[in-house]
């Protein structure tokens, strides 16, 4: 049996240490750019060779993540780290970027390419499409359930890759805009600055009341995956890789998550089964939690997925407040838990903020203590102010970040080696070295064996020298010695052929992928623009709903695109009836179920011949149909070798990323051989959740079923009063979009200068009246450009204005473009 690989984290080198000495099978690293996690220490280039080099002799792989889009004026600078990484011997890399995918497989095509969690691979059909694409290992999305893990296994011999342990993000990844939208920080780009962590109130947007449903304020931060105790489930089904999340944190977690599950697998391959102890289920959450969940993947619910409470570390309860003195700045304890000098408390309760320290002294009967005990009364120093009855929690543990340390300061990673020494008079020694690869390795002296003289060298002697392995990660298990009697061999003889002979096998193990050199387009994508003349130019409109519908039909648009595959059959009678072209436009998420009812309804489909898509899985299911695909926003389309990509793929029109700025856009439509569409209004999605908030207020009140949203609207409200609207869809998933209606009717002219060939109105919650008044004003505002005249009509100018004293309305990222 082909045993899982354990992966694990590291921002650090220290923490490649820890995770190479604590028993990882891979560890997963970013350099300093273009990786999903840019404020992690990261690995500069000398870093890396060393990483490399360190992790290869003993057997450890090394996958780099690349796994953020990158723009057109960034691809050469880009595939020249690519080259590097290639060179240096890196096992796989990681990506998001389906530009990226295209131009690694042309330019280096033997270099093994993972697909990140970014890609929000969700569904065997998207499995298919990578596989088809050159992808050897797919990292599934973190809301798949363990049965849709078991179908993909099952029906697929692609590598898959799982999350088991570590920080859960709210929405899809790769889907995520909140952090862009709200400060420009894309997550998409390694720069999340978390807006998920923050505080939020539910509210009536109807009635402004907020609703009180949730034992915290913060309603979008998950609790932290934690799956230790149902780790054999995950094994049984075959999966090849169990990844721990955490590059931003530190080695000492690295070394006590990656010790736990090391010892956890060991015991499923020897015993059949795992069983956890307390110490280990302890150290887990001591080391960093949030509360722990077991996750989407086990069928958690969202009370039990989501930590309302508090968005950063729990610790570990050890305590109550009994007294505090106010004069000596000292809190007195009643202690549930042990406590040492050096831990970091924390102590909380509801109506105060919380308040931590080191604790530097520990007082108890008026002496210094270095402990105490479960039980005992002592007292901390602490300034600031705290009551009676509050918590007291141990948030940092000194004795176990000192045995985590301990873990990794020798060399833990043995290596079994065998030894053979060939010694004969008049001629040099020689010496021969196998290791557990077959790696073979043969040195010989520089000095001809002498007889000796006064006491002969023995066999023992040898084999003793050749075991002062030093801080190797090597160990001699087998030794045979052939040498004649009576023969002297200096002992520095000896020592130098060792190291020699260990140095040789270390460069042999460094290079384990045999990469032969390529010639590398660092230029992947031309200079020259493909589109000179100017294209026909469309206004589409995106409904959701019949009343939405049966308002765009009664204006100019030129595309519909309809959301609502419950009443599709419906929508597309009444458009037809209008002449207009309706659009169906299929769900950001679409498990392995949901697309088998898609493809129930196949006959409306290549009945319409034409078709938005927005998952991967959905182009591999649609793509050989004979119609018309639009690919939407969620495919992240960054750079033209992406639309080349999607040419490729037969898809006929592409929606540009939201996160290009206009010159981004310009140049990228410039070089694409396909159409390109582009959103010009409306309230962008920023998220897209498993999690449903408003069926909160199902679960408080018992009640079955749900269709709480289908009644009223609601939103979420920010630290600073901004309302983002929350819209569910069909199968119950919540998109939260942004605050402000994206609106850049003002800049039309030169969105139409861009060769842009549709351009889309994005409706969400909008009423009959305002679909009706934001269509023609865009009508209107596009006729007069295209005639040649100039400045906005009256009906532009005074949604401008409405939006502009509402402070309603952004330009997104038309500007100013991502970090």
Known sequence: MKKVELLAPVGSFEALVAAVQNGADAVYLGGKKFGARQYANNFDEDTLIEAVEYCHIRGVKVYVTINTLVSNDEFEEFMKYVGFLYDIDVDAVIIQDLGVLKAIKRNFPDFEIHASTQMTIHNLEGIKLLKDLGVKRTVLAREMKLRDIEYIKENSDMEIEVFIHGALCICYSGQCLMSSLIGGRSGNRGRCAQPCRLPYKLLDIETKKEIQAFNGDYILSPRDLNTIEDLDRLLKLGIESLKIEGRMKRPEYVATVVKAYRNAIDMYYRDGRIKIDHETKKDLLQIFNRKFTKGHIFNETNSQIMGYEKPGNRGVEIGHVIAFDKEK????????????????????????????????????????????????????????????????????????????????????????????????????????????????????????????????????????????????????????????????????????????????????????????????????????????????????????????????????????????????????????????????????????????????????????????????????????????????????????????????????????????????????????????????????????????????????????????????????????????????????????????????????????????????????????NEIISIVKAYNETLARILKGQRGLTSEAKELIDSYKNKDDYTKGHFSRGVI
Not at 454 to 477: A, V
Not at 722 to 741: A, G, H, M
């Open 329 to 768: 700045q000292r809190v007195k304890i009643k202690l549930s838990g042990e406590i040492n000098i050096g831990d970091g408390i924390e102590i909380r309760n509801s109506k105060t903020k919380d308040n931590g320290t080191k604790v530097r002294k520990i007082f108890k009967d008026n002496k210094i203590k270095e402990s105490a005990l479960k039980g005992e009364i002592v007292e901390i120093e602490l300034r600031g102010q705290v009551h009676k009855g509050d918590r007291v929690f141990k948030t940092s543990d000194s004795k176990l970040l000192e045995k985590a340390a301990e873990s990794y300061r020798r060399e833990n990673k043995i290596i079994p080696i065998s030894a053979a020494v060939k010694g004969r008079l008049g001629e040099v020694l020689e010496l021969y070295i196998c290791d557990d690869n077959d790696n073979y390795v043969s040195v010989k002296g520089k000095q001809k064996i002498e007889k000796a003289i006064n006491r002969p060298l023995s066999k023992e002697r040898i084999i003793k020298q050749l075991k002062k392995l030093g801080n190797t990660p090597y160990s001699i298990e087998k030794a045979e010695i052939d040498i004649d009697e009576n023969i002297s061999i200096p002992i520095g003889e000896i020592n130098s052929i060792r190291r020699e002979a260990i140095d040789n096998l270390n460069d042999m193990r460094k290079r384990i992928n045999n990469r032969r050199k390529t010639n590398i387009d660092i230029k992947v994508i031309d200079g020259t623009n493909i589109k000179d003349k100017k294209t026909s130019i469309s206004l589409a409109g995106y409904v959701n709903n019949l009343e939405q519908l049966k308002a765009i039909l009664t204006t100019k648009i030129d595309i519909i695109y309809y959301s609502n595959m419950l009443d599709i059959h419906r929508a597309y009678d009444m458009s037809h009836k209008n002449n207009k072209l309706l659009i169906p436009a299929l769900s950001r998420i679409t498990n392995n179920a949901e697309l088998d009812v898609l493809y129930n309804k196949k006959e409306i489909i290549n009945r319409n011949k034409h078709i938005l898509l927005s998952n991967h899985g959905q182009l591999n299911m649609f793509k050989d149909y004979d119609i018309d695909i639009h690919a939407d926003f969620s495919f992240n389309i960054f750079n033209s070798l992406a639309a080349q990509q999607m040419s490729d793929l037969n898809v006929s029109t592409i929606t540009l990323s939201p996160e290009l700025n206009f010159q981004q856009l310009k140049d990228l439509i410039s070089k694409a051989e396909i159409d390109c569409e582009m959103i010009v209004y409306g309230h962008l999605p920023m998220m897209i959740t498993e999690y449903c908030l408003i069926n909160i207020l199902a679960e408080k009140n018992d009640k079955k079923g749900c269709g709480i949203c289908k009644n009223k609207k609601y939103g979420l409200k920010d630290r600073y009063g901004l309302v983002f609207p929350l819209q569910t869809d069909t199968n119950c998933r919540t998109q939260i979009l942004n605050s402000k209606k994206l609106f850049l009717i003002e800049y039309m002219k030169e969105i139409i200068n861009s060769n842009v060939g549709i351009m889309r109105l994005q409706f969400t919650n909008e009423d009959k």
